[in-house]
């Protein structure tokens, strides 16, 4: 079939929105029409050829939402009409990561999907017989997309997929930092670095875990408020003495929860170091630019504070982001803060323009 898609030709160059060829779902695989999608620092980060593992051509675009149009051979866990929402971070439930409840780091098809292929080694996608490779596994920024039936959560209809497809990425990853990889106890102390998408979501994830004070730090005054919103006790604006004052703020101990959520190697620091000794445990969510090293003094973990990372929030996507949309359907998790713009797709690279000058979290692709 015919769709129109937003087309990373180069790199450093504005995406380019074309019509490509998209072939039928193979064994496993669904075609999926995209209803919406958000932009993201990631789509943006391979956009400008930073990433070193980035290729071009491609489609980008991986937090999407959408309605199961087509079935391939075998796929018996979806049917057609089904919403869902699309996941970089598969779930088989076959492979031994999937089988532990330790990780949520699947291994069933991440290297295809690393190169840009579905996992039979070839891509759906391509223009005048010349394949083109997935973004992601995801390739959201189109009309329509096909993806491997492990990589798609089936959600509650009722949701609106503009909202919906924002558990994708970073909200998720946000709330499961503080749900899944650091657990937060009821009545603990909590401090958030960085208020985007995923501190927001770590803010949330702390509230509904019963943390009695959320302190979050930004440099933003307007994401301090957004955090506000979600639960934060306390905000304050970062800067070198962020981890003193927290201390202030914690009668000299520090915190029972560090997050990290900026991808700055200080920032991260400042966040093992803000974790009380004894039993702190700081969890980094930040991608940090490559090469970058994280400095900690091994006195800080001799006297009990643990550093934890977290991808995707540890979040098993199939079964743990339909119960986010359910807590967000139930009024647990206020999803609509976060959608600042909706655009068009021929709009997406204004979405980049927006994101780079921090206007609002996230705008959302809508596709009619
Ligand atoms: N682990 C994962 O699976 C995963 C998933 C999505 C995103 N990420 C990463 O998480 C990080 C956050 O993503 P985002 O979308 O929320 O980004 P974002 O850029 O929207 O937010 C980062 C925030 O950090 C703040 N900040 C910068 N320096 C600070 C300082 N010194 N003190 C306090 N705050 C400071 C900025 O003001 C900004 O609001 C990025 O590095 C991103 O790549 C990781
Ligand atoms: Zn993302
Ligand atoms: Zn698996």
């Known amino acids: 079939m015919k769709i129109r898609a937003a087309v990373l030709e180069e790199f450093g160059a504005p995406l380019v929105v074309r019509e490509l060829d998209l072939a039928e779902p193979g ?19 391979t956009a400008s050829g930073a990433d070193p ?18 079935l391939g ?33 699947c291994l069933a098809i991440r ?5 840009g292929f579905l996992p039979d080694g070839t891509a759906r996608l391509s223009r005048g017989g010349e394949p083109i490779r997935h973004f992601m596994g995801t ?28 558990f994708a ?42 943390a009695e004070r959320i302190v979050c730090a930004d440099l933003s005054q307007d994401r301090l408020e957004l955090a506000r919103g979600q639960g934060a006790t306390d905000v304050m604006v970062g800067d070198e003495h962020s981890v003193e004052r927290i201390l202030e703020l914690t009668d000299g101990f520090g915190a029972d929860y560090t997050f990290e959520a900026t991808g700055s190697v200080a920032v991260m620091r400042q966040a093992v170091e803000s974790a009380r000794m004894g039993w702190g445990l700081c969890t980094v969510t930040g991608v940090a630019g490559k090469g970058e090293m994280l400095n900690v003094v ?40 976060f959608l ?26 809508g596709f009619s």
């Open 169 to 210: 990425c970073g909200l998720s990853t946000g709330l499961g930092a503080a749900i899944n990889t650091a657990k937060v106890e009821a009545g603990s102390t909590c401090v958030v670095f960085g208020a985007g998408m995923v501190g927001l979501g770590a803010v949330a994830g702390c509230r509904l875990q019963g």
């Open 139 to 166: 390739s959201t920024f189109a009309e329509y997309t096909v993806m491997p039936s492990i990589a798609l959560a089936k959600i509650n209809p009722e949701a609106p997929l503009e909202a919906a497809c924002l």
């Open 340 to 365: 600042s713009h909706r655009i068009t797709l021929d709009q997406v690279n204004e979405g980049f323009e927006l994101m780079e000058r921090q206007d609002g979290i996230r705008s959302v692709i």
């Open 73 to 105: 051979e075998g796929v018996s866990d979806l049917a057609l009409g089904d919403h869902v929402v699309t996941l970089f971070s598969p779930q088989c439930r076959e492979c031994i990561h999937c089988l532990s409840d330790r990780t949520n780091l």
């Open 27 to 45: 064994p496993g695989e669904v075609l999926v029409r995209v209803v919406a999608c958000g932009v993201c620092h990631t789509d943006l980060y």
């Open 298 to 337: 091994p006195r800080f973990l001799i006297t009990g504070r643990r550093v934890a990372g977290s991808s995707f929030g540890g979040v098993k996507g199939r079964d743990q982001v339909p119960q986010f949309v359910e807590r967000y359907l139930a009024g647990e998790i206020d999803v609509e803060a």
């Open 111 to 115: 290297e295809q999907q690393g190169k």
């Open 53 to 70: 593992s980035g290729y071009a051509p491609t489609v980008l675009g991986h937090e999407g939402g959408g309605v199961v149009e087509a």
